[in-house]
Structure formats: structure tokens, C-alpha cells
């Protein structure tokens, strides 16, 4: 509450504890308490929505690092991953801003499409190609740019399915190649594939790009200690150092104050931060 949002936006720590403490007699709890546990209400709903995209389509997120973003993102990493058993967080200093910067570098794209249905016998190599060359022609004339990047994906599915799954693939495609692509998708996915369906490819997508302009090389010196502050970690008050930008290797509890995000580090917690971004393990 005493640091504002981008150098303008104060926060009022009165008006929220007033408005989490006509909450807090209902539950039966502290104004403390009734806080942290909407915290851990969102962490929680928060985590299911990375279960959604990982456990649910049979990948295991152990193994993968969270990577926060957004302005509140950082807040909460720590808390998300270890409800996901996940080891490794990855914060980007421009995490607060990284949609816009994204926008900023991103490639100069035309994406284009058109509807086929083809299977069997003229599911052919030459009756793919075709359809890539005419999309892709046009996606190079719209940019400007007869030196632009074609890339193609098709929507496929085995016939009598209602839904198809996108495969990236060559411009001039062998239909065995699509099928084996297909198969093994579709057993990631679903946990089976069916060798006797045959294949229908729906719809042929096509995009037409140039690369987008490099971000500048951020630099960075020592960060710097900026005070100390009360922050609540489980069941306990810490007295929590906190710290701005650049390079360090902290052990948590700790806060970074970064450009248009704030980190929190708790105790089992370890960072190693540099001008691009922060690795938190634990």
C-alpha cells in the first residue's frame, strides 16, 4: 500500500481492510484471516486453470516452470506453483507490460483460410499443395512482402468425428505424413488413435510472415535494498527486506519491486534475477 501503481495509482489499505472486515464476521475469522484465505481461494482457482491445460491433457506440470506475467502475476506465482508441486518460477522484469512488448516485437502476420474437405483418394499431395499456393500468394500480396515466411496448419479429424485438431505441417504435404502427425496428436489429446477411420482434412490454414522488430538489450546493475516490510507468510509476520530490480541472488522472504509488477519470494523461496528476468526455485 505505500509504493502507487506505475508511480500513480495509490492503493487505500483502510478501505480494504473495511471492506474484507464486514466479510470477516460471517466467516468467523480475524481481518487477517478472512484476507489470506481469499488469497488462497483465487491461488487455488487460479492452479486449476493451469490443471486445465496440463493434467487434464495428460501432461505432467511437475516438470515445467511457471512463467508470470501481468501486474499481479508475480504476487501469486510462488503460491501457484507450489499448489502444482512445480519447482521453478520464471519472471520476466517486464513481466507488468510483457502483452504489450509482445505486441510491440510481434511479427507482421496475415493469417488465411479456406474450407476443403478432402479424403481419400483426392487427399492427394498436389490437392494440398495447391490450396497453400493460392492462400499463401494472397497472404504475400496483402503484406507487401514477396519474401514473407509461409507457414501451413491443418484442421483434420478422423471421419465421423464433429471436431477437427490443428497440425503444423510442410506446404506440400504427404497425406502419410499428415495421418502419422494426426495419430500421434490425437493420442496425446485423447489417449487413443484409430488406425482403420480414415483421414479427412476440413480446413487449411495458412499464415504469411515477417519477422517483427528485437527488443533493445535490457541492462541492469546490483539491486538495491529499498526497506523493509510486514508480510504475512502462512500463519506468521515476517519482517521482509525489500528489494528493486537488477541483479541478485536473494533467499526468500523477500520482495522485488519490479517495474510494473511486484514479486513475492517466501521463505523456502531462492531467486537469481538479472536485467531480463528472475528464476525463483525452491
Known amino acids: 500500500a505505500g509504493s502507487p501503481l506505475a508511480g500513480r495509482v495509490a492503493l487505500d489499505l483502510r478501505a480494504a481492510e473495511d471492506a474484507v472486515g464486514r466479510l470477516a464476521p460471517e466467516l468467523g475469522l480475524s481481518v487477517e484471516d478472512t484476507a489470506a484465505g481469499i488469497l488462497r481461494v483465487a491461488e487455488v482457482e487460479m492452479a486449476q486453470a493451469v490443471r486445465a491445460v496440463t493434467v487434464e491433457r495428460g501432461i505432467d506440470p511437475r516438470g515445467l516452470a511457471v512463467v508470470a506475467f501481468g501486474g499481479a502475476g508475480p504476487l501469486h506465482a510462488a503460491a501457484i506453483a507450489e499448489e502444482l508441486g512445480m519447482a521453478r518460477v520464471v519472471v520476466p522484469v517486464t513481466a507488468g507490460v510483457l502483452s504489450a512488448l509482445g505486441l510491440a516485437v510481434s511479427e507482421r502476420r496475415r493469417d488465411l483460410v479456406e474450407s476443403v474437405l478432402l479424403s481419400g483418394e483426392e487427399l492427394t499431395r498436389e490437392a494440398v499443395a495447391d490450396v497453400v499456393t493460392r492462400l499463401g500468394t494472397r497472404g504475400r500480396q496483402e503484406l507487401g512482402a514477396p519474401e514473407a515466411e509461409l507457414r501451413a496448419t491443418y484442421e483434420l479429424r478422423y471421419s465421423g468425428q464433429a471436431f477437427e485438431l490443428p497440425i503444423g505441417g510442410e506446404l506440400a504435404p504427404e497425406p502419410d505424413d499428415l495421418r502419422a502427425a494426426f495419430d500421434r496428436a490425437h493420442a496425446e489429446r485423447y489417449g487413443y488413435e484409430d488406425a482403420d477411420a480414415e483421414l479427412e482434412l476440413v480446413t487449411v490454414r495458412v499464415a504469411a510472415a515477417l519477422a ?71
Not at 539491486?223 to 521482509?240: N, P, S
Not at 541483479?247 to 521463505?267: D, F, K, R, Y
Open 212 to 282: 517483427g522488430s528485437e527488443a533493445p538489450a535490457p541492462q541492469a546493475d546490483a539491486a538495491k535494498r529499498l526497506g523493509t516490510r510486514q508480510a504475512r507468510f502462512g500463519e506468521r509476520w515476517h519482517e521482509t527486506p525489500v528489494f528493486g530490480p537488477g541483479t541478485a541472488q536473494l533467499q526468500g522472504p523477500a520482495i522485488l519491486a519490479l517495474p510494473g509488477s511486484t514479486l513475492v519470494v517466501p521463505p523456502t523461496w531462492s531467486i537469481r534475477a538479472d536485467a531480463e528476468a528472475v528464476v525463483m526455485e525452491r
